[in-house]
């Protein structure tokens, strides 16, 4: 089983919001991955967990809040965003965050912020 | 600096025909790790190969095969007998690790192939 499952599929949010993007993998990966993908560009990376502690922050503003409450788990919780934060969130697993491990990607979340 | 350059943004060929997909890299380190993933309009990404710095044998598996050239830093990916299904974005990334522990994926800006039935 290499499925990384991410829910909602889709999410429209206003701009006072609060909403949470859901992530869950069930291979034993130990790491996590958040992407942003705005169109016609590739993935961007914004923060990994590695062993359930947050080991990158892309400089990431504040209005995104990672979260990884088990090794399955990985949250992305959003609050007060902006209208270019619309984008397609994608979450990614690995075996391990070293160079040698591929990158399993779920099927993402399509936001827009009105 | 890693940087993964793929030349071609977009191409279309008639079904049936081969195709290949560029890709160049740069990195100063001599361990390194290059992967292809493929994204379906429906937008996951999917992993297709990864090769490491130190083997240099290409690789096919099914229609799909891959020219790794350590002396032109070079991973490209070609598809043979293409079919309508190989329409994606093809992207080509990068890893490499100068501090342990501090990885990340450079992604390649994509290819975007279709395919003409």
């Known amino acids: 089983d290499t499925e990384v499952t991410q829910t909602p599929k889709h999410l429209v949010m206003g701009m006072t919001n609060k909403k949470s993007l859901k992530c869950e993998q069930h291979?034993?990966?130990?790491?996590m991955y958040w992407y942003k993908q705005k169109a016609k560009k590739p993935p961007e990376l914004m923060f990994v967990?590695?062993?359930?502690?947050?080991?990158i922050n892309e400089s990431v503003p504040s209005r995104f809040s990672p979260e990884c409450p088990n090794s399955s788990l990985l949250n992305l919780h959003l609050h007060a965003l902006q209208p270019e934060d619309s984008a397609l969130y994608l979450c990614?697993?690995?075996?391990?965050?070293?160079?040698?491990?591929?990158?399993?990607f779920g099927p993402g979340t399509r936001l827009t912020v009105t | 600096a890693q940087k993964v350059t793929q030349a071609q943004t977009e191409i279309s060929v008639v079904e049936k025909e081969d195709v290949t997909l560029d890709c160049v890299y740069e990195?100063?380190?001599?361990?390194?790790?290059l992967f292809w993933y493929k994204q379906p309009p429906s937008g996951e990404l999917v992993f297709l190969i990864r090769?490491?710095?130190?083997?240099?044998q290409n690789e096919i598996s099914g229609r799909y095969s891959w020219n790794f050239q350590k002396s032109t830093s070079s991973f490209n990916f070609t598809i043979t007998a293409s079919q309508v299904v190989d329409s994606a974005v093809y992207f080509c990334a990068l890893s490499e690790d100068p501090n342990f522990g501090n990885e990340k994926l450079t992604f390649g800006t994509g290819t975007r192939l279709t395919i003409i039935p």
């Open positions: 990614a697993s690995s075996y391990g965050q070293t160079v040698s491990y591929e990158q399993y």
């Open positions: 990195t100063r380190d001599t361990t390194y790790y």
């Open positions: 967990y590695s062993y359930e502690k947050l080991s």
């Open positions: 090769r490491n710095s130190f083997d240099e």
């Open positions: 291979m034993g990966h130990r790491a």
